[in-house]
């Protein structure tokens, strides 16, 4: 998409060069170095997915921790692959496969992640006992992260502190999904300068309640035939294929915008 763009800025204006499309989560890291300011906030965030993989690898090499009672079943999943160079090869796989989670948990559950922070259980299940740990050993290291910084950003955005280099408009094109988080980042810079998101709406009627076939046969199993019958039974191609745009529309509804519908030609 960003080379057909480029393309196309060379093609109407006859040169296009030094362009820079970061996809939201980079823009909202680089835009809180702007409101919060370049010494607080570094240029490369060390909760990066390729940063983080190999801080967790080395957290799970500090055998003092590994030889905890909620790291038991961690530690056993690793030193069962044989050699000591698998072993090494099978915790860095874990690493990266946690630097996944983590990275998901700060887009979609940031509340757990501060619940951690301060000690909490969340989920009360065994896993969590030593997930919460490694993130709090985590934090200690890099204490901002990318959610305490989307929360740092909003309430500066709320207090009116908006500083004089922030671009005067920004267009977000070629999303069709966007985490609650960002949602909330870009409505809350919405109140200083102006937002367009150009977002791919397959119907011209209203389908943010459109059920998957899987979801239909849940409804199905848990209230019965006659209920099941009573409702009114939505597009099933939006339901099966468009469940991310579906959130996204969803989220987008509940904002106080001014909607552009472009369905005709």
């Given at each position: 998409?960003?080379?057909?763009?480029?393309?196309?800025?060379?093609r109407e204006q006859?040169?296009?060069?030094?362009?820079?499309?970061?996809?939201?989560?980079?823009?909202?890291?680089?835009?809180?170095?702007?409101?919060?300011?370049?010494?607080?906030?570094?240029?490369?965030?060390?909760?990066?997915?390729?940063?983080?993989?190999?801080?967790?690898d080395n957290i799970?090499?500090?055998?003092?921790?590994?030889?905890?009672?909620?790291?038991?079943?961690?530690?056993?999943?690793?030193?069962?692959a044989g050699s000591?160079?698998?072993?090494?090869?099978?915790?860095?796989?874990?690493?990266?496969?946690?630097?996944?989670?983590?990275?998901?948990?700060?887009?979609?559950?940031?509340?757990?992640?501060?619940?951690?922070?301060?000690?909490?259980?969340?989920?009360?299940?065994?896993?969590?006992?030593?997930?919460?740990?490694?993130?709090?050993?985590?934090?200690?290291?890099?204490?901002?992260?990318?959610?305490?910084?989307?929360?740092?950003?909003?309430?500066?955005?709320?207090?009116?502190?908006?500083?004089?280099?922030?671009?005067?408009?920004?267009?977000?094109?070629?999303?069709?999904?966007?985490?609650?988080?960002?949602?909330?980042?870009?409505?809350?810079?919405?109140?200083?300068?102006?937002?367009?998101?150009?977002?791919?709406?397959?119907?011209?009627?209203?389908?943010?309640?459109?059920?998957?076939?899987?979801?239909?046969?849940?409804?199905?199993?848990?209230?019965?035939?006659?209920?099941?019958?009573?409702?009114?039974?939505?597009?099933?191609?939006?339901?099966?294929?468009?469940?991310?745009?579906?959130?996204?529309?969803?989220?987008?509804?509940?904002?106080?915008?001014?909607?552009?519908?472009?369905?005709?030609?």
């Amino acid at each position: 998409m960003q080379h057909w763009v480029s393309m196309q800025l060379a093609r109407e204006q006859g040169i296009a060069m030094n362009l820079d499309f970061p996809l939201p989560v980079r823009f909202m890291w680089n835009t809180a170095r702007v409101v919060l300011g370049s010494e607080k906030v570094p240029r490369q965030s060390p909760y990066r997915r390729e940063v983080l993989t190999w801080r967790i690898d080395n957290i799970l090499q500090d055998d003092a921790l590994m030889t905890t009672g909620a790291f038991e079943q961690v530690r056993r999943y690793w030193l069962s692959a044989g050699s000591e160079q698998e072993q090494g090869v099978q915790r860095l796989q874990l690493a990266t496969a946690l630097a996944d989670v983590y990275e998901q948990y700060l887009l979609y559950r940031p509340d757990w992640l501060f619940a951690w922070e301060n000690n909490e259980q969340v989920v009360f299940d065994d896993m969590e006992s030593w997930q919460s740990e490694i993130w709090r050993i985590l934090t200690k290291e890099q204490s901002l992260h990318p959610a305490r910084l989307h929360k740092m950003t909003i309430d500066a955005l709320s207090e009116g502190l908006l500083p004089p280099n922030l671009p005067s408009r920004i267009v977000v094109f070629a999303i069709n999904t966007m985490a609650p988080q960002l949602i909330a980042f870009f409505d809350a810079l919405a109140e200083h300068i102006d937002i367009h998101i150009f977002h791919l709406n397959p119907s011209v009627n209203y389908w943010g309640d459109a059920k998957s076939d899987s979801e239909l046969a849940k409804q199905l199993r848990m209230e019965g035939i006659n209920k099941w019958m009573e409702n009114e039974q939505s597009n099933s191609l939006l339901g099966n294929l468009g469940k991310q745009g579906r959130e996204l529309f969803n989220l987008l509804t509940e904002l106080d915008t001014f909607e552009i519908s472009a369905f005709d030609a």
